[in-house]
């Protein structure tokens, strides 16, 4: 290339890099798509990569994990012992074989504090012929607490009465104290992460973007798009729904998936909220047993009692996680505890309020469109009236962010509602949007019946109304990629937010997209009265 050609180029980059983010003060955005294309076929990691080889030996501890508490001052250390049994016939380990303890300090050499907890193990079992059962190790979690914020602790874990049965010094960092001028330097955001080679690709660009939290919102490593005897595919339904008398699952992959991510988990606080391919239906329809026994939620610290659905604090942002697949009517207890909650969030102490769940409530992507419109009938309302600033989705496999919206009308005092749907995960792209031509899906169409039922009706109003889709990109969706990846959100006061979209097209860690989140507490809280800011 010649050098008057290069020029340009050079100029309209660094105008680029210089140019300040666009801000939701602006307004509705102008809806911008960007054609990236298909990512490609995304292979999973096999169970002979080393990464997710069990690497320890006898009652050592692997899978170590921090998760947090409903405050700074407290953190959950879960872990697990001994191996997992597959086979027609498996008998489940004694938890009461090992102990459950973590040592911690200040300092790697001076672990003066102890704390004991709680173990159990679980088991995925089928009652058909040739299908293998599945009983896990020893699930560990302990709550720390009396913990100072904005500290790093450094930890061990097992058993110390068993010889060899301690794991090695890892450490985290407890998250800032609560209160509106105390805010964590960056939140990652993920979702729909699976265990391919894409997602490897993920997790070392949102590591090199030194998160001190990460969010995960469901879809975590797609056991269930196996059989029980290690078989896998990208669509389940596609190859094995007319051959199997059940939904199957290949439940090691979770241990896969726990030994991969140990180098985050151990350092990196991860909040998990579960998606549909954690349902994982068994004997006695029963579900979703190795999300709500491989993890800690403060569930009991912030009144919910429910894996599923919780809410804590970090610093002056109150987080609410929600649940898409369980029972989320005005009369069930899901909403009764929200509406709890939400009552008891103090602006002046927490000014951000942020909620996070699998499915999306917005989406244009032909794929899930509208699917969630039961749950947004149900609880949209009271999001909106208690000023619920952002939404976090994952569930559709591509990238969209909205402008401030309520029931499909952009609003100014709306939650920006962002769905970042796939973090490399094996299952096709998100590439085809609902307002193309020929590409609108049928709304007779059969719902997840984990969802609720189907709620969506032709629109009643404005561009749209008397149709099924829009015929263009509605006005609420202000940018939309099909591109994989993660987020990362800075808060940086009590109004203002910087997001960012860091897609991992070609292999590369690039932002695709990025916006100022404003805050307008004076004109938007309807229905708190305590608002300092």
């Not at 239906?281 to 047993?289: D, L, R």
Request: proline residues 7%; hydrophobic residues 35%.
């Amino acid at each position: 290339m010649r050098r008057g050609s290069l020029l340009p180029l050079l100029l309209a980059a660094a105008v680029a890099v210089s140019a300040e983010p666009a801000s939701t003060l602006s307004g509705p955005a102008r809806s911008v798509t960007v054609p990236l294309g298909d990512r490609g076929h995304a292979v999973d990691l096999p169970d002979t990569d080393p990464r997710v080889q069990r690497r320890v030996t006898g009652w050592a501890p692997e899978q170590v994990a921090v998760a947090l508490s409903a405050e700074p001052t407290s953190a959950w250390v879960s872990w697990i012992t001994g191996e997992f049994q597959m086979g027609g016939a498996v008998k489940p380990l004694d938890p009461s074989t090992v102990g459950s303890v973590v040592r911690y300090g200040l300092a790697a050499d001076s672990l003066l504090h102890e704390a004991a907890g709680e173990s159990l193990v679980y088991s995925q079992l089928y009652p058909f012929e040739g299908l293998q059962n599945y009983t896990s190790g020893i699930i560990h979690h302990v709550r720390l607490q009396g913990l100072e914020p904005g500290t790093k602790y450094y930890y061990q874990c097992g058993d110390p009465a068993i010889p060899d049965a301690m794991s090695d010094v890892h450490a985290f960092r407890t998250m800032p104290a609560v209160g509106p001028k105390s805010y964590p330097g960056r939140i990652a955001v993920v979702g729909d992460l699976g265990l391919t080679y894409n997602t490897t690709s993920t997790v070392e660009h949102m590591v090199r973007n030194q998160p001190d939290l990460v969010l995960l919102l469901g879809d975590v490593c797609y056991a269930n798009l196996y059989l029980t005897n290690g078989t896998g595919t990208d669509c389940y339904s596609c190859t094995f729904a007319n051959s199997t008398p059940v939904h199957e699952t290949y439940q090691p992959r979770w241990d896969y998936w726990g030994r991969y991510m140990e180098p985050v988990t151990s350092s990196i606080p991860m909040m998990v909220v579960e998606g549909n391919h954690e349902i994982e239906e068994q004997i006695h329809n029963k579900t979703f047993a190795s999300y709500s026994s491989r993890f800690a939620f403060p569930s009991e610290e912030s009144g919910s009692f429910s894996p599923f659905y919780y809410s804590f604090d970090v610093g002056g942002i109150h987080f609410v996680m929600l649940a898409a697949y369980v029972d989320y009517k005005k009369s069930g207890e899901q909403y009764r505890w929200l509406e709890k909650d939400l009552e008891k969030v103090d602006r002046s102490v927490t000014p951000w309020l942020i909620a996070g769940w699998h499915a999306p409530w917005y989406t244009t992507y032909k794929a899930h469109y509208r699917e969630a419109e039961c749950m947004r009938v149900e609880m949209e309302e009271l999001l909106y009236s208690y000023g619920v600033d952002v939404v976090f989705t994952g569930h559709v496999h591509a990238y969209e962010r909205s402008n401030r919206v309520f029931n499909y009308t952009p609003d100014p005092c709306g939650p920006v509602h962002i769905s970042v749907g796939d973090g490399g995960n094996r299952e096709k792209m998100a590439t085809s949007h609902a307002d193309e031509a020929g590409h609108c899906p049928d709304p007779a169409s059969t719902p997840d019946p984990f969802m609720g039922g189907f709620c969506a009706s032709n629109f009643t109003s404005g561009p749209a109304a008397g149709s099924f889709c829009w015929d263009r990109q509605p006005e609420y969706s202000a940018y939309r990629e099909s591109s994989f990846g993660h987020g990362i959100l800075e808060v940086k006061n009590e109004t203002h937010a910087l997001w960012r979209w860091h897609r991992n097209q070609d292999l590369h860690a690039t932002v695709g997209d990025e916006v100022y989140i404003v805050r307008e507490p004076d004109k938007c809280l309807v229905k708190s009265t305590r608002l300092a800011y």
